[in-house]
């Protein structure tokens, strides 16, 4: 039996859409038209209002501002502010994050952690006794 051989392709990448509709179409939109698009959490505090602090940030975005800082972690992600630059406060420091188009409907936080990675060492000092032995090469 012979073997086929195919040539893989490249992946190609298409233009990003959001339940069928183009980043173009989502920033095109009035917020009553993208309310029905929402998931539900975000539609539920988009339907109930969203505080001032949210919409300082928003006009903040429309604006045009550079270098925009927000402590605001539980801001939904609209589609006019994908593109843009933010720096989110994690607890300790403000994260650059530039917004791409599949985070459209997320959260700010999402995007910058606030808990390190943690790496365990080797065991040390003050370790048990079984979990002392480390195994010389």
């Known amino acids: ?10 992946r190609r990448r298409e233009e990003f859409t959001y339940r069928g ?12 038209e993208l309310v029905p698009l929402m ?5 539920r505090k988009v339907n109930r209002g969203l505080a001032r602090d949210h919409e300082g940030l928003l006009a903040k975005v429309r604006a ?4 925009i800082r ?13 593109g843009k630059t933010i720096e989110i406060h994690n607890g ?10 599949e985070s459209v ?11 390190r990675r943690v790496s365990h060492g080797t ?3 003050g370790a048990t006794r079984s979990s002392k032995y480390v195994p010389l090469k």
Do not use: C, N, W
């Not at 039996?1 to 490249?10: C, D, F, S, V």
């Not at 509709?21 to 009553?32: D, K, R, V």
């Not at 409907?105 to 808990?115: D, I, P, V």
């Open 123 to 125: 065991a040390g000092i």
């Open 39 to 43: 998931p539900a959490r975000a539609r």
């Open 92 to 101: 300790k420091e403000f994260v650059a994050v530039e917004l791409q188009p």
């Open 70 to 82: 927000t402590h605001l972690r539980d801001m939904i992600i609209m589609p006019e502010m994908i």
């Open 1 to 10: 039996m012979a073997k086929k051989t195919q040539k893989r392709l490249p």
């Open 64 to 67: 045009g501002d550079e270098g």
């Open 21 to 32: 509709y183009t980043i173009e179409q989502l920033q095109q939109m009035g917020a009553s």
């Open 105 to 115: 409907f997320h959260y700010l936080g999402e995007f910058s952690l606030t808990r």
